[in-house]
């Protein structure tokens, strides 16, 4: 399998948010530069995956946010059992699945990738409304993760913890609360879901009071849970995945209860319009479909159950239509409030 390192975490570039320093054209500066250079790295990688001459090709090319740890050994034992090369290309936390996306937006007329495993979902629908899959049964979600409040139980008693979003603005909570930057990944899409759940108007007012509330303001979840686990934050918003991680650490970390705020997650797999290798593309695209797979998934918690209706309580339900159709006015209403 030809993988692409992951890029270098920052696990100490924490910001407050409260504090002056990340501007708007600051972080559009960062986000460029990393996609030129996520872009080269790429360019590259897909000279390997082609042999670079040395006679050796991939028989399918992956793009996938799923996280390397969890992803790999279910691709590796695609290929064990069905003889398929896999040409892996993996994401980076600090932008997740935007970076994929970019990508495959500047390839639909010369796609280099043949399917793409999504961990999260809105970009998928987004990726469909462009005309970048197959167009018949172009893709299918599998399994769910969920989006949780984690507290750090060695700073903080559960019968004391906040179990609403609402709560995390309170004063008492002022520079305890970590979150990822809200304009990439799962973090972005659980707020959009909410304004579309909460309205414009309520939705907007506690993003600006949660902000006043000076929250750590981090490059992914996984430094949400590390932060809490540390007791740096006490309180995090972030994915049940990477509070399993925490917790298989042995971090004092605790999953607050599914609530109606809660955002299921589910992963996505789709075959790209004109796949270079459309057959075995949809070798995998089954693949991944399969329970056994699914539970092996679940198992390592890289998803949290098989199916979102086994969850017996009320939790989010995105219109990912409309979510799309809005996902530019809502992202610049994200920017002026967190990146002010």
Known sequence: MVVLPQEDRVMNGVTRTAKPGVSHDAFQWQSSAFILQFSVVLLVVACCVAGCGRGERAAVVVYTSQDQVYAEPILNEFSAQTG????????????????????????????????????????????????????????????????????????????????????????????????????????????LALRQEWGEARWKAWCEAL???????????????????????????????????????????????????????????????????????RRVLDYLQRPDVIRKLVAANALEGISPADIGVRTLKPDWDVLVHELGTSTKTLKEVFLR
């Open 84 to 191: 398929i090369k896999v040409g892996a290309i993996y994401d980076s936390e600090a932008v997740k699945t935007v970076g994929l996306v970019n990508r495959l937006l500047a390839e639909r007329r010369n796609p280099q990738c043949d399917i793409f495993w999504n961990n999260e979902e809105l970009r998928t629908h987004q990726l469909a409304e462009q005309g970048v899959f197959q167009e018949t049964n172009s893709w299918q979600a599998l399994g769910f993760r969920s989006r949780r409040i984690v507290v750090n139980t060695n700073r903080l008693p559960i019968a004391s913890a906040p179990r609403s979003l609402s709560e995390l603005t309170n004063a008492m909570w002022r520079g305890k609360v970590a979150l990822a930057y809200p304009l990439f990944g799962t973090t972005a899409t659980h707020f």
């Open 211 to 281: 902000q006043a509330n000076q929250p750590l303001m981090v490059d992914g979840n996984s430094v949400v849970v590390k932060l809490v686990g540390r007791g740096e934050a006490w309180i995090g918003l972030t994915d049940s995945d990477d509070i399993a991680a925490g917790q298989r650490e042995g971090l004092p970390l605790a999953a607050m209860p599914i609530t109606e705020e809660t955002l299921l997650i589910r992963n996505t797999v789709a075959v790209i319009r004109n796949a270079p290798h459309a057959s075995a593309a």
